[in-house]
Every structure is written in C-alpha cells, then in structure tokens.
C-alpha cells in the first residue's frame, strides 16, 4: 500500500457505509426499478471511499449448500434439503401461522439499520404465510412483519425494513401454520443484507509462551513454542515456584507456523528433571501458564478418560455414587416416557418390519445417537488399551483391575475395563439381524432419533421415536472385529460371553463376505450422522486380523494376505492423516503387531514394520513442527475430530514404543501430550479439567452448562474434537459466526453450540484413555526397567509343538516364588508341562515354581518347558512378565 491509497476502513466508517448502500437500495425498492447492485450504487454516492463490498450477509447457509444447520423448524414438521432447496412437509389442519415455522437464530441487528431480506419459496398447496424478523422470545417484538403468498412458481419475494433496537440474536421465522391443508414448502436462496459486518472474532489466546499446561515427566523432552515477532533468539527463563531461576537458554526462531500463521520460536528445557509444580517460563517479557514436572501427571487421567464412558451409557441410571451428584441421571431410552426407548425399535419405514432391542451401548457424543461404525473403533481402543497390559513391557494392569474404575460392575473378579467395554459389545451384538430375516447376520449400520433433538436435552427426556437404519458392511465388519476381540480377552473371565461373541463375531464375518458392499447411505443424515464409507477394504482387514488373532483359521490368514493393504503402510496409516472411524485397518495391523499370532516370523517381522515406518513418519512430523504436534495433514487440513487424530497417532507411536522400546517414539507422544494440554496456537488444554484454560463447553446435550446454568460441564477428562478446518461451512452455526477464514489449527471454539469443532464422542475419549495408560506407565520418562531375560524356543512336529523357556533373574534381588506370565497365539492349547506348574487362562499362561525351584537368585536361571496344541514354528510371545515386570526376550 502507498501513501495515497485510501485506508482501511475502520469499523466505523464501515456502518456508516452500509447504511447509505442500504438507503439507496430502500430507494430503487421503493421506484419500483430493478435492484442496484449495492456496491455500485455506494461507489457512485460516495466516490473516494474505499472499494465497497456488498451489505453484510447476516444469514448462515441461506442457499442450504451446507444441509440444513442452522435452520430449525417446529417439531409437527419434518424438513430436509431436496434439490438444493429445504423443504418442510407442513401438517393439514393447524390453527395459527405461527403453529408451524421454519427459522433461523442469532441474528444480529442494529438500531436504525435498513435491511433487506430476499427468499424464493414454493408450496405444493397455496400459502398464506407470515414472513417476520422478530425476537427468539417474548414478547418476540417484530422488526419485520409480512405477509406473503406462496405458490407453485418460486418468484423471488423482497422485504426492505429497518431495525428498532439494537438486537443480539433476533430470528427470521417463516410462519406456514393455519392452513387446513398439509403441502410442502421449499424454500431457497434466503438472504438478510445490511447492518454492521459481523465483528470479526479475535481469540483470547492468553500467554504468547506456550507450554503444556499439566507438565513435563522428568527423563521426558520439555519443548514450548513462544509466538513473537522477533526473529532473532530471544532470552528464556525457567522459574520454579518460588520465583528461583531454574534454568535459562534461547529461543530457536522458527519463523511462521503454517498451521496458525503465527510467528514462532521455539525453546527446550528438556535438561532440567527436577520435580516440582509452579513452573513456568518466561520470555519475550511474558508469562507461561504454570505447570509441573512430575512422574506421575497423568495418574488421574487415566481414570477420568475411561469414566467418560460409564458417563454416556445408555440404558442405566448414572449412579451418584460414582461420579457425584450433579453428573447422576435417570437410565436413558429404556421405554420410559417421554422416552420411546431402545428396547422395542422400528426400522425407518420400508427398512424392515422387526423390532430389535437395542438397549445399552453408549451415546455416541454430543447426540444420543448409537452409531456401530463409531462404537467399533471406540470399543476396539478400549480392548486395545487393556490387551495392552497383557502384551506390553511396563503396562500396568491394576489401575484397569476390578475395582479401580468408576463402574457399577465392582466385585466380579473381570477387570473394570472390559466391564466398561461388554456394555457397548452387547449393544453391537443387538444390532445384528436375526437368523430368518432379510440380510440374517448383517447388522444394523445405527439407530437414533427420527429428528434432531434441540440442547440442552437429558437422555431420560428425549421423546423422539428412535429408529433403525439398514443393515450395511461396515457396521457387520465391525461386529466381527471387536466380537472377535472380545472372545479372546473374555476367555479368561467369562466363557460363555466369549463364546457368544466369536459366534457373532464369525456369523458377521459370514454375512459381510455374502454382502460385501452394502454401503451407508450418504443423505441418511436426518436426527443421527451418517457416518458413510465407500471402502470397506479396511474394514475387512481389521475384522480379518481381529478373527485371525482369536483363532488362528486359514480362512482369516488367507483374507489377511490377500488384501491389497496387507504391508502398505500409507495405506493403513496415511502420514497425513492417520486411522479413524472410517480407516481401520490400523487397527488390525496394532493387534497383528503386539498379539501372539500364528503369523511365521517373516510376516511378523514385516507387520510390526509396517508400525515402525509409521511411527517415523509421525515422529518426523512431531520433530518438525513448531508446535510439536505429530499430526501434519496435507494442506493443513485439519479435520472434524483432528485431536482424535493426533491421539491415534500417538496410539501408533506408542505402540511402536512399546515394540521397539526407542525414546524417539515415546518423545513424540509425550510431545502430542504438550500439544493437546497447550503448547498450541491457541494456548487451549482440549481435555476439560486438565491445564489451566482447559476446554469446559463442549457440545453435548446434557453437559450444556452454557445452554442451562443448572447443568454441569463435563467432567475431567473429556476430549474436546479441535480445530476443524472446515467447520465455518459445514453448518455449525458458531463456527460460520466466528471463524470465517481461520488458520487450520485455531478453527476451534469452545462454545456448547459448536459441533464442528467442540463435540466429546466415545471414538475421541478411546485413544485418549489409551494415551492416558500410556503416559501413566511412563512413570519419570525412562522406561520399564528389566530385571529379567527369557529365552523361548519352540521346535514344531507334526500336531503340535514343544516350547522350553529359560528364565534368567538380571537384577539384584532374589525372586521368590516366581511367576512368569505371556500369551499363546490363537486357539493353542497346553497338553503337557514339565519342571514348573503351567496353568492356561483362556490364551494367558502362569508358570509357577516347583517346590524344588521356588527361588531364583541374581543371577541364576531356572528352565522348563510344554507341549502344545498347535503345530509350527512358536511366534513371539510378545511381553513375558516376571511378577508383573517384563523381561527383554530372546
Ligand atoms: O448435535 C449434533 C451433533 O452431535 C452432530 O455432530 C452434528 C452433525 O451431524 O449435528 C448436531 O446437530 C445439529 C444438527 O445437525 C442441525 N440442527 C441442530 C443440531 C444441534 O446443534
Ligand atoms: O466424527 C465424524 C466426522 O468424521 C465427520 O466428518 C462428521 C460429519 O459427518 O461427523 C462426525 O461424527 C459425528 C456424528 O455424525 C454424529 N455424532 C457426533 C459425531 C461427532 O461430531
């Protein structure tokens, strides 16, 4: 810009200008004339000012592009978007107009302001209808009062009007009611110009010094990232509690972040280990948050993660007892009214002509909706995160034990954890069709509300109908995936509950091969998601790898090696992207990776390489990014849920951390921990309760605390969705409000109303209880220490194998008595065992001393050995543990 541009206009002269484009429009309105375009009849009224734009648009997605957020309509009506217009299905016989509306909210007026309002509609019968802006509430004061006829020819009406008051949030209704017949009203191209520009949305992001708000573990990498016009090194300062200076250095100017356009440095006080809360950082003249370096930061986050789902349960009172008195509800959607209930539910009409009972599971996020797709992944990382005790070196199983969770379920000897997930595996299993219907076998893809319901709204009080949506694919391979995984990890506790989820399991592996492409439908949006996937190759895949784990059939080692994704590790986790809800092959590939298997060594080898490759690439994104985050999706595309991306990338990494035991996995994942408690461009903790500007009001119709004072937030340890870079149009009413134009990583509001960037859902809060073990198994950041080495070494004949094991005590204590604990791939079986007692649970095998070898000294071994079941070379028996602490093998 040189000295004689015209500048900028500033806010001001901005009204000033709308209101003379808007008088001149009222004016040619009036004559009669066509419409001047508003931005030429400005230019020639006010030459000299700079290039005007036309009025403001105040109304969100009038051309229904985006669907039908955030338009509403009354419940006697049902809407949808037809041919690009939003049609609204108007009942026969009410009594007033006003009985039957379509509308928007927040809109914003200004005292004295003209405005103009444009719409084309038509109706299938002769309309008389009632056009106002008006207040949301009463006394609902118009602003605009019309009235207008609608017919079959979508002529386009106009309304010219000016405000009376200075309004926050008035309303556009189309009032359709009143008429003795029923007809169809189809409306489009809606339009309200005028008025002040929406004002532009700063962020308040608090401290330009961004650190993880929780902490730092003592042996793990401290990195921060300061934003700051500087661009050279600047001074930083690491106070402790007291005001001491704990440790100084410089700053690594990074130049600008493409994920926020931010200016930034970097600094790393990763040498500093001594414990302590009340840190913080200081440079650039500015104060970090505080925060702790610890082991032992994320104790309560494991519970808190996993509570989440006890929080969301369908079907069950939510009991004071265990998550305090403002969190207790009624059970939800058990046929109670104004409940229509899950346990007695219609398919959509034409879908089938059964009812199922489909109780229990849990609420899939911010809606009461209960998707398979998503209960698939959520329930899977759930398993994941227990399975992992059983095969990781250093997982802690006790924290996840009976009677460590906050579950109804204490006292019956099954660890909380699978407690947690049985309640959404029954629920999945009482989706799938049954024998003698139409698709037997297959399962239902969802059910929710027939509508949208509003916020704030309790699960006890929902009163819509609740249906069910075909049968597809996706939903049938996610049965047979987690069923699968379920038959193996119950064994041990539950046999008959084992056994019913491999016959579900195999029965949907069947259906699906029968059905192999039975898709969702992508408009089948209407009161739930629609959680379309046109590929289910992945689905097939993990299911394979799931089935395969659990029984060791040829069948599912066939279909695992056949399948193109098989060893094609950007196909299973994209570098830019990662696995989700609708990727799930990764899933598969994580178990293949860490579950004795009847793999040969030379597929395990490429298996578990195929985490590894992974694993590098999300490290080398974390290692390169200014913010330190191991998510770095192509074109900054940040998506809907991209924290959960984040977490399933640190998934990744730490199971290649678990495998490989290297610190430049376990640094990356403690670095998406940095991310998501803070060190972010909008110094935002996303876990609720977790950091001091955490996340409070995420979208959930019962922790709406903003939509009703007397509900509560949600609790500690829910994961907020994040930034989404598309939210502005994909319908969030506050999204389109405020972030218009946003930087990728700053597309998040933490509003109740904002779906697309602030909604909690079950497939979220999974990765992050699995992350949450995770760092809590870090301890300090140095990992398991071993005070053991087993050697295993198995010799096949031709039914069945013999294996001997030596153990050797490492450290420096005496063992005594010892026990050593692993698993034995598929379905092997223990026939014979010499020199130790071996007892089988389900797959987990005990070996414990005999009276003559109770004690292992330092130093000393003691060997034994079995026969088995199972003919072939022995794979890897993936963690021994010695009393609960893993040996190095081999
Ligand atoms: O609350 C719904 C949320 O759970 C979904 O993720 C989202 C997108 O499918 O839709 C939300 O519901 C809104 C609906 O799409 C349009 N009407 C307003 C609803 C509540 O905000
Ligand atoms: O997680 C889903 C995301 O991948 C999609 O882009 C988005 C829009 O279709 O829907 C998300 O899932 C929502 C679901 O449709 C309804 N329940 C809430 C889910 C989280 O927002």
């Given at each position: 810009m040189n000295a004689s541009s015209p500048p900028p206009p500033t806010g001001r002269t901005r009204v000033?200008?709308?209101?003379?484009?808007?008088?001149?429009?009222?004016?040619?309105?009036?004559?009669?004339?066509?419409?001047?375009?508003?931005?030429?009849?400005?230019?020639?009224?006010?030459?000299?000012?700079?290039?005007?734009?036309?009025?403001?648009?105040?109304?969100?997605?009038?051309?229904?592009?985006?669907?039908?957020?955030?338009?509403?309509?009354?419940?006697?009506?049902?809407?949808?978007?037809?041919?690009?217009?939003?049609?609204?299905?108007?009942?026969?016989?009410?009594?007033?107009?006003?009985?039957?509306?379509?509308?928007?909210?927040?809109?914003?007026?200004?005292?004295?302001?003209?405005?103009?309002?444009?719409?084309?509609?038509?109706?299938?019968?002769?309309?008389?209808?009632?056009?106002?802006?008006?207040?949301?509430?009463?006394?609902?004061?118009?602003?605009?009062?019309?009235?207008?006829?609608?017919?079959?020819?979508?002529?386009?009406?106009?309304?010219?009007?000016?405000?009376?008051?200075?309004?926050?949030?008035?309303?556009?209704?189309?009032?359709?009611?009143?008429?003795?017949?029923?007809?169809?009203?189809?409306?489009?191209?809606?339009?309200?110009?005028?008025?002040?520009?929406?004002?532009?949305?700063?962020?308040?992001?608090?401290?330009?010094?961004?650190?993880?708000?929780?902490?730092?573990?003592?042996?793990?990498?401290?990195?921060?990232?300061?934003?700051?016009?500087?661009?050279?090194?600047?001074?930083?300062?690491?106070?402790?509690?007291?005001?001491?200076?704990?440790?100084?250095?410089?700053?690594?100017?990074?130049?600008?972040?493409?994920?926020?356009?931010?200016?930034?440095?970097?600094?790393?006080?990763?040498?500093?280990?001594?414990?302590?809360?009340?840190?913080?950082?200081?440079?650039?003249?500015?104060?970090?948050?505080?925060?702790?370096?610890?082991?032992?930061?994320?104790?309560?986050?494991?519970?808190?993660?996993?509570?989440?789902?006890?929080?969301?349960?369908?079907?069950?009172?939510?009991?004071?007892?265990?998550?305090?008195?403002?969190?207790?509800?009624?059970?939800?959607?058990?046929g109670v009214a104004p409940n229509k209930g899950d346990t007695d539910v219609p398919c959509q009409p034409g879908v089938c002509d059964y009812r199922l009972d489909v109780r229990g599971g849990w609420y899939d996020a911010g809606d009461q909706g209960k998707y398979v797709v998503n209960g698939g992944i959520a329930v899977a990382e759930l398993m994941d995160t227990y399975e992992r005790t059983l095969t990781a070196d250093g997982a802690e199983s006790a924290e996840l034990g009976d009677g460590a969770l906050r579950v109804p379920e204490h006292g019956n000897d099954v660890p909380d954890i699978l407690d947690e997930a049985r309640w959404e595996l029954d629920f999945m299993m009482r989706m799938q069709v049954p024998a003698g219907e139409p698709l037997a076998g297959m399962v239902h893809h969802k059910v929710h509300d027939a509508q949208w319901t509003g916020l704030p709204m309790l699960p006890h009080l929902d009163p819509q109908q609740r249906e069910l949506h075909p049968p597809t694919t996706a939903a049938t391979l996610n049965v047979a995936a987690t069923a699968a995984q379920c038959a193996r990890l119950f064994a041990p506790y539950d046999a008959d509950f084992a056994a019913r989820c491999r016959t579900a399991a195999e029965r949907a592996w069947t259906a699906a091969k029968a059905h192999p492409d039975v898709l969702a439908d992508p408009a089948d949006g209407v009161g739930g998601g629609t959680y379309e996937d046109s590929d289910v190759r992945d689905e097939f895949y993990w299911a394979a790898a799931e089935l395969f784990t659990t029984t060791g059939d040829d069948t599912y080692r066939q279909a695992l090696l056949g399948s193109p994704l098989h060893g094609d590790t950007d196909a299973v986790f994209p570098a830019d992207g990662g696995m989700w809800w609708g990727e799930t092959a990764g899933l598969g590939v994580l178990t293949l990776a860490t579950v004795p298997n009847d793999l040969t060594p030379a597929q395990l080898t490429q298996v578990r390489s195929v985490v590894t490759t992974a694993a590098d690439h999300y490290a080398q994104e974390s290692e390169d990014q200014l913010y330190g985050v191991p998510y770095a999706p192509a074109d900054e595309n940040y998506v809907w849920g991209s924290n959960s991306q984040v977490l399933n990338n640190m998934v990744v990494l730490a199971t290649a951390a678990d495998l490989t035991g290297k610190d430049r996995y376990r640094d990356a994942v403690l670095r998406g921990a940095d991310y998501l408690f803070g060190r972010n461009p909008l110094n935002q903790s996303y876990v609720t309760g977790y950091g001091e500007r955490s996340s409070e009001n995420q979208h959930h119709r019962f922790w709406a605390h903003e939509s009703d004072p007397d509900l509560p937030h949600p609790p500690p340890g829910s994961l907020a969705g994040g930034p989404n870079l598309t939210a502005p149009t994909s319908g969030d009413p506050k999204a389109a409000e405020k972030l218009n134009g946003c930087a990728?990583?700053?597309?998040?509001?933490?509003?109740?109303?904002?779906?697309?960037?602030?909604?909690?859902?079950?497939?979220?809060?999974?990765?992050?209880?699995?992350?949450?073990?995770?760092?809590?198994?870090?301890?300090?950041?140095?990992?398991?220490?071993?005070?053991?080495?087993?050697?295993?070494?198995?010799?096949?004949?031709?039914?069945?194998?013999?294996?001997?094991?030596?153990?050797?005590?490492?450290?420096?204590?005496?063992?005594?008595?010892?026990?050593?604990?692993?698993?034995?791939?598929?379905?092997?079986?223990?026939?014979?065992?010499?020199?130790?007692?071996?007892?089988?649970?389900?797959?987990?095998?005990?070996?414990?001393?005999?009276?003559?070898?109770?004690?292992?000294?330092?130093?000393?071994?003691?060997?034994?050995?079995?026969?088995?079941?199972?003919?072939?070379?022995?794979?890897?028996?993936?963690?021994?543990?010695?009393?609960?602490?893993?040996?190095?093998?081999?």
């Open positions: 000033r200008r709308g209101r003379h484009v808007l008088g001149t429009l009222a004016v040619a309105v009036l004559f009669g004339g066509v419409l001047t375009a508003p931005g030429a009849a400005a230019a020639t009224a006010s030459a000299g000012d700079a290039a005007p734009g036309p009025a403001p648009e105040q109304i969100t997605n009038g051309d229904f592009a985006a669907g039908t957020a955030p338009w509403w309509w009354t419940a006697n009506a049902t809407a949808a978007v037809t041919d690009g217009r939003l049609c609204t299905d108007v009942p026969a016989g009410t009594a007033n107009p006003w009985d039957v509306i379509v509308g928007q909210n927040d809109i914003p007026l200004v005292a004295g302001e003209a405005y103009t309002l444009t719409y084309t509609a038509t109706s299938t019968a002769p309309l008389s209808i009632h056009t106002n802006v008006q207040l949301a509430t009463e006394p609902y004061t118009t602003d605009l009062s019309a009235t207008d006829q609608v017919g079959a020819d979508a002529a386009p009406v106009t309304h010219v009007f000016t405000a009376t008051a200075d309004r926050d949030a008035a309303q556009l209704a189309f009032q359709i009611g009143g008429n003795d017949e029923a007809a169809t009203f189809c409306l489009d191209d809606v339009s309200l110009r005028g008025g002040a520009e929406p004002p532009v949305y700063v962020p308040d992001t608090g401290s330009p010094v961004r650190v993880n708000q929780v902490g730092y573990l003592p042996k793990g990498p401290k990195t921060g990232t300061l934003v700051t016009d500087a661009t050279t090194p600047l001074p930083w300062a690491l106070k402790a509690a007291d005001g001491s200076t704990a440790a100084t250095g410089t700053t690594v100017p990074g130049g600008v972040d493409p994920t926020s356009r931010q200016n930034v440095h970097t600094f790393d006080f990763s040498d500093v280990t001594a414990a302590g809360d009340g840190y913080t950082v200081e440079a650039d003249g500015q104060v970090s948050e505080p925060f702790s370096i610890g082991a032992g930061l994320y104790d309560s986050l494991r519970g808190d993660s996993l509570a989440y789902f006890y929080h969301n349960r369908s079907g069950i009172e939510i009991d004071a007892g265990l998550v305090g008195a403002q969190y207790a509800r009624p059970a939800g959607h058990l990728a990583a700053m597309c998040y509001l933490d509003d109740n109303g904002s779906y697309a960037t602030n909604e909690v859902a079950i497939n979220w809060n999974a990765p992050l209880a699995f992350v949450a073990s995770y760092l809590d198994d870090s301890g300090d950041g140095t990992g398991p220490a071993r005070a053991c080495r087993v050697t295993y070494s198995s010799h096949p004949w031709s039914t069945g194998s013999t294996t001997t094991v030596t153990v050797k005590n490492t450290g420096t204590a005496a063992v005594t008595p010892w026990a050593l604990t692993w698993l034995l791939p598929g379905d092997q079986k223990l026939t014979h065992t010499w020199s130790a007692r071996l007892d089988q649970h389900g797959r987990t095998v005990t070996a414990a001393p005999l009276s003559w070898n109770r004690t292992l000294a330092p130093g000393a071994s003691v060997d034994f050995g079995f026969n088995s079941s199972v003919s072939g070379e022995a794979a890897d028996p993936g963690t021994v543990k010695l009393n609960g602490r893993a040996c190095t093998t081999g």
